[in-house]
T-cell receptor, first 114, second 111 residues
Framework: EAQVTQNPRYLITVTGKKLTVTCSQN?????MSWYRQDPGLGLRQIYY???????DKGDVPEGYKVSRKEKRNFPLILESPSPNQTSLYFC?????????????FGPGTRLTVL | GESVGLHLPTLSVQEGDNSIINCAYS??????FIWYKQESGKGPQFIID?????DKRQGQRVTVLLNKTVKHLSLQIAATQPGDSAVYFC??????????FGTGTRLKVLA
């Protein structure tokens, strides 16, 4: 089954404790992206990757890091989480970017930083 | 389930009626638009898309209309069903690798 998986689905942590949210897709997609979703703000893009070893900042990259060492994986790293990073996070992938290149979203990771 | 928005505009529609959900997009240079559906506890799901060289595109029970003059996008759902209850939002792309998403509208289907 074609899918995007994220782990963990739920995480409660404390300020400053490094964490990683994993994202994996099994569709051989080139493009992957991370978003955060907050009430009243919609989805905002954190980082994206056009292919292996190629990443770039989205609209809200501060406090986050990513890596793309393999095509299927795109982990999101919070080196020193803060309470304002409490949010619902989604990973997405698409074959490339553009018409008919539908983005497939993962199920989401609910992060709470105390 | 996951809360996607506590203060979203809500559209309540009687089952079997047609629904129209609107979206104002921000960038006049955007040339690709997508509508997503998000059910509680799930990630966004692609519904339909449209390029800027079109003003209408139809799918199964859904139609997207694009008015570039006023930067407006609408999603029409025919014969709305209970399974259509969800949050719907639009997204725009300027041909780059970045997407801009709207905040969404909650659709409630009344039995």
């Amino acid at each position: 089954e074609a899918q995007v998986t994220q782990n963990p689905r739920y995480l409660i942590t404390v300020t400053g404790k490094k964490l990683t949210v994993t994202c994996s897709q099994n569709m051989n997609h080139e493009y992957m992206s991370w978003y955060r979703q907050d009430p009243g703000l919609g989805l905002r893009q954190i980082y994206y990757s056009m292919n292996v070893e190629v990443t770039d900042k989205g609209d809200v990259p501060e406090g986050y890091k990513v890596s793309r060492k393999e095509k299927r994986n795109f982990p999101l790293i919070l080196e020193s989480p803060s309470p304002n990073q409490t949010s619902l996070y989604f990973c997405a992938s698409s074959r490339t970017v553009g018409e008919t290149d539908t983005q497939y979203f993962g199920p989401g990771t609910r992060l709470t930083v105390l | 389930g996951e809360s996607v928005g506590l203060h979203l505009p809500t559209l309540s529609v009687q089952e079997g009626d047609n629904s129209i959900i609107n979206c104002a997009y921000s960038n006049s240079a955007s040339d690709y638009f997508i509508w997503y559906k998000q059910e509680s506890g799930k990630g966004p799901q692609f519904i339909i898309d449209i390029r800027s060289n079109m003003d209408k595109r139809q799918g199964q029970r859904v139609t997207v209309l694009l008015n570039k003059t006023v930067k407006h996008l609408s999603l029409q759902i025919a014969a709305t069903q209970p399974g259509d209850s969800a949050v719907y939002f639009c997204a725009e792309n300027t041909g780059t690798y970045k997407y801009i998403f709207g905040t969404g509208t909650r659709l409630k289907v009344l039995a």
